[in-house]
């Protein structure tokens, strides 16, 4: 008798997994036409929005040839919103980097009065339009603002410059690291460090030998977000930087002043270097959620070492 107990308790364990099985298969599977009818929509919706400008950028872009394409590049306007570009994306980047670990530190390590008013705070450049936090730039640091007489004594300029730039780029870009990383952090707990600090090692020998391994993929994948959207911001920026070409225009407000001015060959040739640029933190986002998915996979969703 006790020969079959084991094999009925199989049995009978198989067909509850059976019968879980069929149950899932029943709720979460659709009729063929509901599927071809979803996806159909998605595919329009991302062709018509996505696919086609983009297509149309580069068809633009290179429609009189390779010599007036790259000739756009060779004025002096565009090679240094060129530069300008990649030099506040290189400043406000590594700086959100830093904020981003600290406050995703903080709120998932850490019990402190005020901590969901600090989440709330991370959250605040999602829910305020970026021309509005230009403007708010503008009243603090412009030359009838705020602390605009305390700067022009010490001849300090913010407003139309790099550092108002730089201020801008960095108030809209700070949520997506640490966004990034607060979910993740929170998910793994304090264990691992824990057994760190136990063993002997200090706070920060914790942070680099522990955490930072735990959560490079998140943290590499919150950047290139920071850095997409660094590269690309132009609400923020074009209240601050005061359109001076060849000064203070980035990129995106480069595309503008030679789209204004009918310079449409051109305008298309720097839209399709961000395009392009879009393009490659495409593909490195695609391959991070690959690489961090399977990261979390094989450590079952929770830290490891």
């Given at each position: 008798?006790?020969?079959?107990?084991?094999?009925?308790a199989?049995?009978?364990?198989?067909?509850r997994?059976?019968a879980?099985?069929?149950?899932?298969h029943?709720?979460?599977?659709?009729?063929?036409?509901v599927?071809?009818?979803t996806?159909a929509?998605?595919?329009?919706?991302l062709?018509?929005?996505?696919?086609?400008?983009?297509?149309?950028?580069?068809?633009e872009?290179f429609?009189?040839?390779?010599?007036?394409?790259l000739?756009?590049?060779?004025?002096?306007d565009?090679?240094?919103a060129?530069k300008?570009?990649?030099?506040?994306?290189?400043?406000a980047?590594?700086?959100?980097?830093?904020?981003g670990?600290a406050?995703?530190?903080?709120?998932a390590?850490?019990?402190?009065?005020?901590?969901?008013?600090?989440?709330?705070l991370?959250?605040l450049p999602?829910s305020?339009?970026?021309?509005v936090?230009?403007l708010?730039?503008?009243l603090?640091f412009?030359?009838?603002g705020?602390f605009?007489s305390?700067?022009?004594?010490?001849?300090?300029?913010?407003?139309f410059?790099?550092p108002?730039i730089v201020?801008?780029?960095?108030?809209?870009t700070?949520?997506?690291?640490?966004?990034?990383l607060?979910?993740?952090?929170?998910e793994?707990?304090?264990?691992?460090?824990e057994?760190a600090?136990?063993?002997?090692?200090?706070?920060?020998?914790?942070?680099?030998?522990?955490?930072?391994?735990?959560?490079?993929?998140?943290?590499l994948?919150?950047?290139?977000l920071?850095n997409?959207?660094?590269?690309?911001?132009?609400?923020?920026?074009a209240v601050?930087?005061?359109h001076?070409?060849?000064?203070?225009?980035?990129?995106p407000?480069?595309?503008?002043?030679?789209?204004?001015?009918y310079?449409?060959t051109?305008?298309?040739?720097v839209a399709s270097?961000?395009a392009f640029l879009?393009?490659l933190?495409?593909?490195?986002?695609s391959?991070?959620?690959?690489?961090?998915?399977h990261a979390?996979?094989?450590r079952?969703?929770h830290?490891?070492?």
């Amino acid at each position: 008798m006790s020969e079959h107990v084991p094999s009925t308790a199989q049995a009978s364990q198989a067909e509850r997994a059976a019968a879980q099985e069929t149950l899932r298969h029943s709720v979460t599977t659709e009729a063929p036409w509901v599927r071809g009818v979803t996806l159909a929509i998605a595919l329009a919706f991302l062709g018509l929005f996505l696919i086609l400008p983009l297509v149309t950028v580069f068809l633009e872009a290179f429609k009189r040839g390779v010599g007036v394409y790259l000739s756009a590049f060779a004025e002096p306007d565009a090679q240094h919103a060129i530069k300008l570009t990649l030099l506040v994306a290189a400043i406000a980047v590594p700086l959100n980097l830093v904020f981003g670990v600290a406050a995703s530190w903080a709120i998932a390590k850490f019990r402190f009065p005020g901590k969901s008013f600090l989440v709330t705070l991370i959250d605040l450049p999602f829910s305020v339009s970026p021309v509005v936090s230009g403007l708010v730039f503008v009243l603090l640091f412009g030359a009838q603002g705020y602390f605009g007489s305390f700067l022009k004594e010490h001849n300090i300029q913010i407003i139309f410059a790099l550092p108002g730039i730089v201020i801008a780029t960095v108030f809209v870009t700070f949520p997506f690291v640490a966004r990034e990383l607060i979910p993740l952090m929170q998910e793994q707990g304090n264990t691992d460090e824990e057994a760190a600090l136990s063993l002997g090692a200090s706070g920060f020998t914790a942070f680099l030998t522990v955490t930072l391994p735990n959560i490079r993929w998140a943290l590499l994948y919150g950047v290139l977000l920071c850095n997409a959207r660094a590269m690309g911001e132009f609400g923020a920026v074009a209240v601050v930087s005061g359109h001076i070409r060849g000064v203070t225009n980035t990129m995106p407000l480069h595309i503008e002043i030679l789209y204004n001015e009918y310079n449409i060959t051109a305008a298309f040739a720097v839209a399709s270097l961000l395009a392009f640029l879009a393009l490659l933190t495409l593909a490195a986002k695609s391959f991070l959620e690959w690489r961090f998915g399977h990261a979390l996979a094989g450590r079952g969703g929770h830290g490891g070492h």
